[in-house]
Structure formats: structure tokens, C-alpha cells
């Protein structure tokens, strides 16, 4: 039994059964007041009040499908303000970016001192011409994967020349007569020869048999200060080819740290190789 003392004094005993028979109470509902006389549908006699019955409906009409849908809605628009708020908040409020400026993923702007130039998708190398009017750009992405040219002067792309693979390798030949790519995880570089203001394809270098499982993974290009020699970076392959160039074949694979990145060659004809698997420059 549920006991329960009203403020006059008037005590209510509810049966537990009356909850447990079922009956439809949607008609007690908060018409139930325990200070006056019972209402139709509350109780009778006795004022005994179905006061379970009057909770059970009550929550029943608040605890709908609709009810509850229209509060998952509110809650959903709530948090969505939110999160736009605090997504697009910047302390400070910098200025609007203007033409000048290029919005980061962080809603800051960069403001940078020169000129933007549009190139492709995910230039990761960038070289000078011998004589600094052009700029040979690498794209490495998805989308796009080749080599752009770029006239400095005018600011534009002047050629696109797409490869089937690229990643970071690119340099002009010491007699700055070619450019050299590399060519991802197909295994091989790319030469183009090069009229001072144009390129195009002339042949490859083949540093490995490809291997769509494994490739070695083709990145960084350096020469020897002689010009002589070729060192590729075999990414994936945690080792450093050694190319002569008038045979344009591979002499060795010297083992470097995990993941070979990229070169410096000293003009004493030292190679310095960053890994970026490893906690060390191999020389």
C-alpha cells in the first residue's frame, strides 16, 4: 500500500492494483487535486484519488513519440548554434580576407608578402630555373600528379604535364639542361628536357621493376656536385639509389634510416638523408 497525508490532514490510501489492472486513466490527469474533492475519473467514495493513475497519464501525454520528437529537434538545433558559434569565432576578429589574403582551415587568413600564384592539386616541390624566371612545381595528389611550369614574370602556369605518379622528387640537372622527376610508386624518374622556358618528356629512368605490392616509392632527386651521379630516395624501401647518368642505370642501394625523406648534398660530394621514420640524418 501507498501511504500518503494531505495538507488537511487527510489521509489517501491508493491500492497498487489499480495500476496493475490496466484501465485506461487518460482521463486523470491534472484535474487530480489532492486539496479539493476528488474529480471524475480521480476517485470516488472515499476520496481515494488514483494518484498512480494520474502520474502514469501524465507522463504518458508528456513521453509521446511527438512530444519527444519536438524535443530531439529543439535539442539538435541548439547544438547546432552552438557549434557554429564556436566554429566560427576568432579572437580578435581579424579583418574579412581580402584578395590579397587566403583563409586557413582554422579561419585565420594568411597575408603573404608577395603574390599568389594558382597552381595544382598538392604541389609538394618547388625549383628554380637556372636563371629564376621559372618555377618547375611538382603536384603529388589525387587528383593531379605531373609537373607544372610557372612563369614568375606573368605569374601563371604556362605548362601542365601530367605523369601517372609523382611525390616530392624534383631538380633542374646541374648543366640546367633537364628536369628530373620522380615518379612515386611506379619506380621510376622522369626527364624532360628543357629550352629555358619550356620542357617536355624526353625518357625515364628505370630504378626498380614495378611492383604494385611493394614499390620502392620514388621521392627525393639530388646530383653529385660533378653532375655525374643521380641519388633517388626509395622511399618505402628505406634505401637511397645511386644512378650514373651517362649509363642511366642503378649502381647500388644504400640502406638509410626508415623512410627516407629528403637530401642535402655537400659541395664535397657528402649526401645527408632525413628519414622521417627515424630519429636520424644518415651522411
Request: net charge positive; aromatic share 8%; glycine share 10%.
Amino acid at each position: 500500500m501507498f501511504r500518503y497525508r494531505g495538507s488537511r490532514n487527510k489521509r489517501i490510501e491508493v491500492g497498487l492494483d489499480q495500476i496493475a489492472s490496466g484501465r485506461d486513466s487518460s482521463s486523470a490527469t491534472a484535474s487530480c487535486d489532492l486539496r479539493r474533492s476528488p474529480a471524475p475519473g480521480c476517485g470516488s467514495g472515499l476520496f481515494r484519488p488514483r494518484l498512480h493513475s494520474c502520474i502514469f497519464a501524465t507522463a504518458k501525454r508528456h513521453l509521446s513519440f511527438p512530444n519527444l520528437m519536438k524535443s530531439f529537434r529543439l535539442a539538435c538545433f541548439i547544438g547546432f548554434a552552438f557549434a557554429t558559434a564556436a566554429c566560427t569565432s576568432r579572437p580578435g576578429n581579424p579583418p574579412i580576407a581580402s584578395v590579397s589574403e587566403r583563409a586557413l582551415p582554422t579561419g585565420r587568413t594568411l597575408d603573404p608578402v608577395g603574390r599568389i600564384i594558382d597552381v595544382g592539386n598538392m604541389p609538394l616541390a618547388i625549383v628554380l630555373s637556372p636563371d629564376e624566371k621559372h618555377a618547375a612545381v611538382l603536384m603529388s595528389g589525387f587528383r593531379e600528379r605531373g609537373l607544372q611550369i610557372v612563369d614568375l614574370a606573368a605569374g601563371t602556369v604556362t605548362q601542365t604535364l601530367p605523369q601517372r605518379g609523382a611525390f616530392l622528387g624534383v631538380t633542374f640537372s646541374p648543366d640546367g639542361k633537364s628536369i628530373y622527376t620522380s615518379g612515386g610508386a611506379h619506380d621510376v624518374v622522369y626527364r624532360y628536357s628543357w629550352d629555358g622556358s619550356r620542357a617536355s618528356l624526353a625518357d625515364s629512368i628505370i630504378i626498380a621493376p614495378i611492383d604494385t605490392l611493394h614499390p620502392r616509392f620514388i621521392g627525393a632527386i639530388a646530383f653529385s656536385p660533378d653532375g655525374r651521379r643521380m641519388y633517388v630516395a626509395e622511399n618505402m624501401a628505406d634505401s637511397v639509389a645511386v644512378v650514373d647518368i651517362a649509363t642511366r642505370a642503378v649502381q647500388q642501394h644504400v640502406s638509410t634510416g626508415h623512410y627516407p625523406y629528403a637530401f642535402v648534398v655537400s659541395p664535397n660530394g657528402h649526401l645527408f638523408v632525413s628519414s622521417w621514420g627515424a630519429t636520424s640524418v644518415d651522411g
